[in-house]
């Protein structure tokens, strides 16, 4: 078989594409190797949202961890809507500084229960908290800053301070959690 030589912008766009196409190979392959020796199974298009800082916290607690599935009817409405339902971003801890919340199942330790990682950024240093077994594991969202709900627990209704973690059992319950004097409590605010 002959090679044809390319010739002009044409042949370079070709040439750029056989390049990219080639590298994607080798991270896809790179991406391989890494999950078959150190057995990490956390979903590639989840790690690209969290930041390299909280990965390695959550890897270092959480062994084995991966991104919880959702639900089939819950996997559907947020494919039509094109909505993330198993990462969340806000100012959990009210310090300018945007936090991340991964709804995880971990292999290790945890039996597969749900689990929400939350990684808080203050001064600059990344800390995990792990709120295990959440009031509802189908999903989670941020409820910003200064939303008023009401809290199903007091009867009462409540307007939040901070942003806080939605875990949300789609079409059915919900309840939020808010970050105070240094850990998560929950708001049951959707019935």
Request: charged content about 25%; some cysteine.
């Amino acid at each position: 078989m002959r090679k044809r030589r390319l010739h002009g912008t044409a042949g370079v766009r070709v040439l750029q594409a056989i390049r990219v196409v080639r590298s994607t190979k080798i991270w896809i392959s790179t991406i391989v190797l890494l999950v078959a020796v150190f057995g990490r199974t956390s979903t590639v298009v989840a790690q690209t949202q969290i930041p390299a800082p909280c990965r390695v916290q959550m890897d270092l607690r959480l062994r084995k961890w991966s991104s919880s599935p959702p639900p089939s009817d819950l996997a559907a409405f947020a494919s039509e809507r094109k909505i993330e339902t198993n990462v969340t971003r806000g100012d959990f801890d009210d310090d300018g500084v945007r936090d991340v919340a991964v709804l995880v199942v971990a292999a290790e330790g945890a039996g597969r229960k749900p689990s929400i990682a939350v990684c808080l950024n203050p001064g600059g240093r990344t800390t995990l908290f792990v709120i295990a077994d959440p009031y509802c594991s189908d999903g989670i969202s941020t409820t910003p800053k200064g939303t008023t709900a009401h809290n199903y627990d007091t009867d009462r209704p409540v307007t939040y301070a901070r942003d806080g973690i939605s875990a949300y059992c789609f079409e059915k319950a919900g309840g939020t959690y808010v970050f105070r004097n240094g850990r998560f409590d929950l708001v049951v605010d959707s019935d």
